[in-house]
């Protein structure tokens, strides 16, 4: 095997959810880059269908199609599911990316807050993938599983609520999930793993990355001096879902330029004389 045939999707089919910007489309560039037939859906159906142009305009080896979709709700992960069934018998990769954030001081953070975070980020995410087993495991082979990624962050890994409190505890809770389900999928050759992005140029984040000189200011707070780039994610996941990442399952990558590791001071070394 050739390290280009480690990275190969062609033929497979890929459901990217919010896949109308940040993450979502940078996965899905990926994806396509890659050979594969990736469907991209999220709330802003006409904003997918933009993605979706641009990037069957590359010329790459793949196509995408973009559609709306909302994993909000039980009814709309449930349309959501019927539209992915009308379009293909089989899925080889699901990457549950949806997600929302919510940022107040601690003495203000709403009850509100927690429902409709934990709804779309866990929830919808657990909803979706069950949903959609009957087609990932259509696809599955003992020598080639389904895949199922779900966006997580450093921000589930590491105590830093920094004002999104619901947001960070839902990623704790689709790490958790990750595990979990991949536990349970593995006989149905189906592996499960989760990216823990740091921070990314996104409508989520544009708060703090939305010019260059932001992004600097943030990226100076990060162990390896930058926000992640579209590559970063794109590798990420192509490595999980790709024929060299077959025997991986249960695993969360760290996407966040050393952010997972940070601890606290180093006490020991100040106290040297």
Not at 68 to 92: C, I, K, Y
Not at 215 to 231: I, M, N, T
Not at 239 to 252: F, K, N
Request: aromatic content about 6%; charged content about 20%; some cysteine.
């Amino acid at each position: 095997m050739t390290p280009a045939n480690l990275f190969d999707l062609g033929g497979k089919i890929a459901l990217v959810t919010g896949g109308s910007s940040g993450i979502g489309e940078m996965a899905a560039e990926g994806l396509v880059r890659a050979g594969a037939r990736v469907l991209l859906a999220s709330r802003r159906g006409e904003a997918c269908e933009a993605v979706a142009a641009r990037l069957n305009a590359l010329g790459t080896p793949g196509q995408a199609e973009g559609f709306a979709g909302d994993v909000s709700t039980a009814e709309g992960v449930a349309a959501l599911a019927a539209q992915v069934q009308a379009r293909t018998g089989r899925l080889h990769i699901l990457f549950n990316n949806a997600g929302r954030s919510w940022g107040a001081p601690l003495s203000d953070f709403p009850h509100a807050a927690w429902e409709k975070v934990m709804s779309l980020n866990v929830a919808g995410l657990f909803e979706l993938t069950r949903s959609l087993l009957p087609l990932l495991r259509a696809a599955a082979t003992d020598d080639d599983p389904a895949r199922v990624v779900n966006t997580g962050s450093v921000m589930g890994e590491v105590p830093m609520g920094d004002d999104a409190y619901s947001y960070a505890a839902s990623k704790a809770a689709v790490h958790h999930l990750t595990r979990i389900l991949a536990k349970e999928l593995a006989a149905s050759r189906i592996t499960v793993n989760a990216l823990a992005p740091g921070p990314f140029v996104s409508k989520m984040t544009a708060f703090a990355t939305g010019d260059d000189e932001m992004r600097a200011r943030v990226g100076a707070q990060v162990p390896l001096g930058r926000v992640g780039r579209p590559e970063d994610i794109a590798a990420a996941l192509l490595y999980l879902c790709g024929p060299g990442g077959g025997y991986v399952t249960g695993a969360i990558l760290p996407v966040s330029g050393g952010i997972n590791v940070q601890t606290g001071p180093d006490i020991f070394a100040e106290g040297k004389p």
